[in-house]
């Protein structure tokens, strides 16, 4: 499962961030996960406590908010809603949507103490 790899990468975030600021431990994280991105939420979710059992984010809580998935129609000249990478344009049921949003995995936001 690549969603282990994905939080070990939060991870790693966190223990860098812990460099520049001083805490003892972090008690939520915020992900902002891309509706159109390879991470399911709930694999995430499923994984995030074991990858982080012995961590500085241990028994942390997980957040996950998803960003809905955004596309360029050529044809419609104008930004579109997509529910899938290669989706056609909801506008003009045309194929020629190239996808420009919906697709990150970030560090939204940590409570730290
Ligand atoms: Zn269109």
């Given at each position: 499962m690549h969603e282990v790899s994905l939080i070990e990468n939060v991870i790693a975030i966190v223990e860098r961030e812990r460099t520049r600021q001083a805490f003892t431990r972090v008690t939520m994280i915020k992900l902002t996960v891309?509706?159109?991105?390879?991470?399911?939420p709930d694999a995430l979710r499923f994984c995030f406590h074991a990858v982080a059992a012995?961590?500085?984010?241990?028994s942390s809580r997980l957040e996950i908010e998803i960003v809905p998935g955004q596309g360029w129609c050529a044809d419609c000249r104008g930004t579109v809603p997509l529910d899938e990478r290669f989706g056609a344009c909801p506008?003009?049921?045309?194929?020629r949507v190239r996808m420009t949003g919906g697709d990150v995995l970030r560090v939204a936001e940590m409570e730290v103490e």
């Open positions: 891309g509706a159109l991105g390879h991470a399911e012995g961590t500085i984010a241990d506008v003009c049921q045309g194929g």
